[in-house]
């Protein structure tokens, strides 16, 4: 059973930073795309980033590059969201995600096709 469980979530103000992990059981981690959506109150869900965590190739999506640094610990099965430089427009539910099978990161895996499994969801608020 593949089972992701998120963490790091918390109240920060405008311009603080915070980082998210998320630890993958159950999944062939190297190989397949990571990553994390979020989704704000009363918003979609939208893909923010992923990596291949065996090449570390990673993808962005436009609001937060520059800001938003992913990673990954591959010995512990272990994503990280780096988030700093954040705005109130960050807040939301943070998701991590694991793709059963998509083996490249693009723009093109910050949309939901289907194929991932979810984690429980960590809570972002930035108050301004």
């Known amino acids: 059973e593949v089972q992701l469980q998120a963490s790091g979530g918390g109240l920060v103000r405008a311009g603080g930073s915070l980082r998210l992990s998320c630890v993958v059981s159950g999944f062939r981690f190297a190989r397949y795309a990571v990553g994390w959506f979020r989704q704000a109150p009363g918003k979609e869900r939208e893909g923010v980033s992923c990596?291949?965590?065996?090449?570390?190739?990673?993808s962005y999506r436009d609001s937060v590059k520059g800001r938003f640094t992913i990673s990954t610990d591959n010995d512990r099965s272990t994503m990280y969201l780096q988030m700093d430089s954040l705005k109130p427009e960050d807040t939301g539910t943070y998701y991590c995600?694991?793709?059963?099978?998509?083996?490249?990161?693009?723009?093109?895996?910050?949309?939901?096709?289907?194929?991932?499994?979810w984690g429980e969801g960590t809570q972002v608020t930035v108050s301004s």
């Open positions: 995600v694991a793709d059963k099978v998509w083996t490249t990161c693009s723009r093109a895996n910050l949309v939901d096709h289907g194929s991932l499994y």
């Open positions: 990596i291949i965590p065996n090449d570390g190739t990673t």
